[in-house]
């Protein structure tokens, strides 16, 4: 029996390896961690990560050929396959702060694999790292590795939070990522075997290793650049009387462009976008490419600038002044279908707001009261500024509530700011909301998801991204 340990018990090591497990029944996946909570919430009912679909998936294997285990030494030096998908978030301090990688679980990962290892190793980095990674772990391997064979593949993952089961089924591709030598490529053979239980060959792609690596972190500049993009034109739209959704339809048409992609929203969040484009951003001020640095900062430039232009908005909508004003936030996590909260949009709007004063009643349906807290009091990363994490943080407690029901959250408000596109939103009876709500009530949504019209009708002052001003706010520049 073929044995897998994944290294990493979050977002990703969990979904994947459980997917694995499901798909094939003759290989054992033990998926460790640092976390005894984490590796607990794993092992009871109550899974550490809501993603639809994950729960019926881990119950059909759990125990039988996938588990979970705080043994990190023990499992590691059992398994053929080890997987690292630790956490590779972005450096907050030292050289390259603010933009660079910070590899320091991926380097005790691999440590502890040339530690504890007795026999050959394949060793997949799966967690998104900077091209040339494989080359550093290479040396960490081999200069402590008692003459054990050890081959490092890159198969990084493209799965999306919110989807990551039916991704993971049904994957666009797998990338598999070796050296180029008799022993490089049986490794990528034995990997790809894996893939082969329910992935169609032509669909899993076999490169070198740094492409491999390049082309996870290119992946991710390519979709965020298409929101930045598309978020730029809901500027300009707004400008002149154009309809965003209608120019996306528009320009999506094209077969050289295509239709993904291109919802124009409050702004990208979650853990990669952002991380991983500062990352290529930094891999090529490195490498003497500021030209092309500069092109890819810019994506995150245009993401800031939209949640600026929507805090704006806001305040300048609602007569420059929302002190006091009960704001209620429909959505804190960084899409639909998702508890994490990690870069969401909603942080640096609930932030803006709370700068200016507001009272916000905040609701979600899958995001803790705690992780909001906390959100919204930590310290950020001031990504323009390597090396001096900026003192943007907030602690006024009492100027935010967070309620269990969308209703509970807009009674009584002045405004309604939709930051996450949840399908329960879609259905509120916005009447009832109207009518506990004091004049002029409005609704800004960042997400596009309610029908303006309907809404102007039954009263509301309406603002929608990148869609036609509401003539009462026709004269409020929010720039
Ligand atoms: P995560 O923070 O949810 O999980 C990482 C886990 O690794 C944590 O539970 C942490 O306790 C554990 N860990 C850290 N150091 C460890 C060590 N030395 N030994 C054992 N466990 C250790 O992160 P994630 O969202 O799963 O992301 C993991 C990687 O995958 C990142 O590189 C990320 O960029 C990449 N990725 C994430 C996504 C996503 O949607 N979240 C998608 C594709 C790729
Ligand atoms: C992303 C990549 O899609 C995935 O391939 C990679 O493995 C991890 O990073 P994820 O961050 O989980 O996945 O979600 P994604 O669906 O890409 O959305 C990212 C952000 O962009 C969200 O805040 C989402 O709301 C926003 N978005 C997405 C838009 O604003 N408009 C769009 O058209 C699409």
Redesign the pocket.
Known sequence: MVKICCIGAGYVGGPTMAVIAYKCPSVEVVVVDISKPRITAWNSEQLPIYEPGLEDVVKKCRGKNLFFSTEIEKHVAKADIIFVSVNTPTKTQGLGAGKAADLTYWETSARLIADVSKSAKIVVEKSTVPVKTAEAIEKILTHNSKGISFQILSNP??????TAIDDLFNPDRVLIGGRETPDGMKAVKTLKDIYAHWVPEERIICTNLWSAELSKLA??AF?AQR?SSVNAMSALCEATGADVSEVSNAVGKDTRIGPN???S?VG???S??QKDILNLVYICECNGLPQVANYWKQVIKVNDYQKTRFVNRVVSSMFNTIANKKIAILGFS??KDTGDTRETPAIDVCRGLLGDNAQLSIYDPQVPERQIRDDLSMRKLDWEHPGHASSVSFSAPEQISVVTDAYQATGGAHAICILTEWDEFRSLDFQRIYDSMPNPAYIFDGRNIVDVEKLRRIGFVVYSIGKPLDPWLVDMPAD
């Open positions: 993952e493209f799965l999306a939070e919110g992946a991710n979709l929101i992609f291109l919802n929203s990208f969040g979650g990669c976008f960084f899409k």
